[in-house]
């Protein structure tokens, strides 16, 4: 996580549902990416919505929370870092293309784009700062946050994400 940024309290809650090893809510908020399913993530994720709230920020956060789910490791990359990791090693163009894909995505396709990419990142068990992915998703309305992570996957070093040009 950025040390500029207040942690988010959904992942600090999630991250807690972790250490406590409970695994029924976790199985509650992974089925929730089901959109049939979604009533499940309720109990765990409601108390985080902020007071002054809409449906976006309340998608946004149920979104995040089944895709932590999913993927309950944290590490001190973006997502379009871990990503980039996971094409180079893999020497693979299709990441790159579902990458960009997501970054084209509207917010209403936006969970299927992220499950795809969030599991790709777990099958090589490389940790996310869920603290970025809740902001980003957050903001996924303003290209300037798509536009970051398409710094992050396509600069190659994250010290190049801050400079401009």
Known sequence: MNANLQPVPLILGLERLVSRDDRAALAALRASLADDAVARAYPYVAPYFPRATNAW???????????????????PLTLAQALRRVRDKRDSASVELRFAALLDA???????????????????????????????????????ARRRWARGFWAGTPEAEGEDV
């Open 57 to 75: 920020i309340e998608r946004s956060l149920l979104l995040v929370a089944g895709l932590f789910a999913l993927h309950p490791q944290s590490g």
């Open 106 to 144: 509207h917010p209403d396709d936006l969970a299927s784009h992220l499950r795809h990419v969030v599991s790709l990142v777990r099958a090589d068990d490389i940790g996310i700062d869920w603290h970025d992915v809740a902001r980003t998703v957050r903001g996924w309305h303003r290209e300037s």
